[in-house]
């Protein structure tokens, strides 16, 4: 059984933006980092499990780009003057959700193709100078670890939406959290039970917005927001605008709104920047925090200058020595 999608505690940012690509999946993804054991596996399977009839999909580490894309059985075309499509991954996640763990680990021609397809929401194979498309419309979540390596600024800006998790520090959410997944692995029957007349009408409230998606468009207003926080963000290029643009309208939709507000743009504006954001732009406000307690007062005298790391030593001046020849290779003639 699939840990209900409602159940998820501590983690409404990633619930929003999962809901926001499973209403618009041409918003191209979520990226999901954090440490092991926040919950980034477990959210994927149970937004598949939520959608109507939504294919769970794992792209493994090993895979190759033929078994992603598919291919075309040329056999056939020179036998029967028929092409045969042999479908990959993206055809089988059609409509569902195509789960990628570790994508920061796969190589950068298959993360390439993933993109592409999961933006445009069609599929294209090309094999000896023979072509076929099919749909390919899916909600893309890649998840990585950064400890593990970074993905390039190139691939980054691709994933429509991000996401960063942390380790919950506060004791009472840790507590909630476990007593929420004790009682899935007690009784899952029973949890399913308490959460299915919730996840009922978000999956309705998922297929309603979708139907809604082309009636809701974006107002002078509305395009003005997204391009002001673009370029506060410092961001290279449009794709920002553009996801954030969708994000808001897969909002408005989401909520039964009739039309797109500046109110949307800022609700998920975040999730469109924080992975773009320039290092030379300001970073985002947040939330005022309670201030920290003063220290306790030490007896140890301050250090002399507080300037530099601890225990670092001032620079000093050294002589260098002129090298004719290493010899490794001779010296030149003059």
Sequence with gaps: MTFPFTALVGQPELQRALLLAAVDPAIGGVLVSGPRGTAKSTAARALAAMLPQA????????????????????????????????????ARAHGGVLYVDEVNLLPDALVDALLDVAASGVNTIERDGISQQHAARFVLVGTMNPEEGELRPQLLDRFGL????????????????????????????????????????????????RAALPGLGWSDEVLARAAE???????????????????????????????????????????????????????????????????????????????????????????????????AWPPKKA
């Design 162 to 209: 991000s996401v960063v998790l942390e380790n919950p520090r506060d004791a009472a959410l840790r507590q909630a959290i476990l007593r929420t997944r004790l009682a899935f692995d007690e009784d899952p029957q029973a949890l399913l039970d308490r959460h299915a007349p919730e996840l009922a009408r978000l999956g309705e409230q998922v297929v309603a917005a």
């Design 55 to 90: 294919p769970f999909v794992t792209l493994p580490l090993a895979a190759s780009l033929e078994q992603l894309v598919g291919t075309l059985d040329l056999e056939d075309a020179l036998r029967d003057g028929r092409v045969r499509l042999k479908p990959g991954l993206l």
């Design 229 to 327: 926080a673009a370029l506060a963000a410092g961001v290279d290029g449009m794709r920002a605008d553009l996801v954030m643009l969708r994000a808001a309208r897969a909002l408005a939709a989401l909520q039964g709104q009739g039309a797109v507000t500046p109110a949307d743009v800022d609700a998920v504006a975040e999730l469109a920047l924080a992975h773009r954001r320039s290092e030379r732009a300001a970073p985002a406000p947040q939330a005022a925090k309670p201030p920290m307690p003063a220290p306790a007062p030490s007896s140890k005298p301050a250090p002399a200058d507080d300037d530099g790391d601890w225990g670092a030593l001032p620079p000093e001046p050294v002589g260098t020595t002129r090298v004719l020849s290493t010899g």
